[in-house]
């Protein structure tokens, strides 16, 4: 017999569905099975044996980003935080001066804008970091310059990043699959949730290849 999770919920936290923010409540239970996800994502994109990695968030997708912040931790890498706005992006162009970064994840339109206020370059601050994790916008921006991101994006409630540069952005196989309206992508959830999705919209345009896999569509968001 199944035993019930009966612990106050891990947190309040929101989408963008395209037309405004939706209320997320989530569980103790599904940030505790996606650690283990990401685990095996983050270990598929070379990130454990002490590789180090930057994730750049904002505290309103602390839902999407803990669970792959303890999975790296537990797969055996470092991490360092900077926030996503352009404020931070002179932190985030140190901690890609100072250390050896296998990957970074979560860069914005909004990096970037720091970035350009700064007078550095794209490839001056990412052209030495393996894995670059950038979300629509700031992927096609880097791109232009000559570099190689992966597909990092928000999609919904979910997390779905790409295992190679310029292939789909995937979420975890174990907790979502996905659909199109169109060309706008639908998330459901798989596994017991304290929100069950079913064919939810999101805010993403995109091009479905399979039920875990799609191409964002060209955008200036961020």
Known sequence: MTAVDDRPLWAIAAYD??????????????????????MGILAGLGVKDRAAVLWCSVL??????????????????????ADATSSDALRVAMFARRL?????????????????????????????????????????RLTAAG???????????????????????????????LASDGDRILVTSLRPRATTFDRTPTAVRGTLVDSTGFVPHPTGGS
């Open 147 to 177: 570099l190689t991101p992966h597909w990092f994006v928000l999609c919904g409630p979910a997390l779905a990043i790409a295992t190679e540069p310029g292939g789909p952005a995937r979420v975890d196989t174990n907790e979502w699959s």
């Open 17 to 38: 569905d395209g037309e405004r923010r939706v209320d997320w409540p989530v569980s103790y239970a599904e940030i505790e099975r996606g650690m283990g996800g990401a």
């Open 60 to 81: 309103s997708e602390s839902a999407h980003f803990w669970p792959f912040l303890i999975g790296t931790m537990i797969g055996g890498a470092t991490f360092s935080l």
């Open 100 to 140: 050896r970064l296998h990957a970074v994840f979560g860069v914005n339109n909004a990096i970037l804008d720091g970035l350009d206020e700064l007078g550095h370059s794209y490839t001056e601050v990412f052209g030495g970091i393996a894995i670059i994790g950038a979300r629509p916008g700031a992927y096609e």
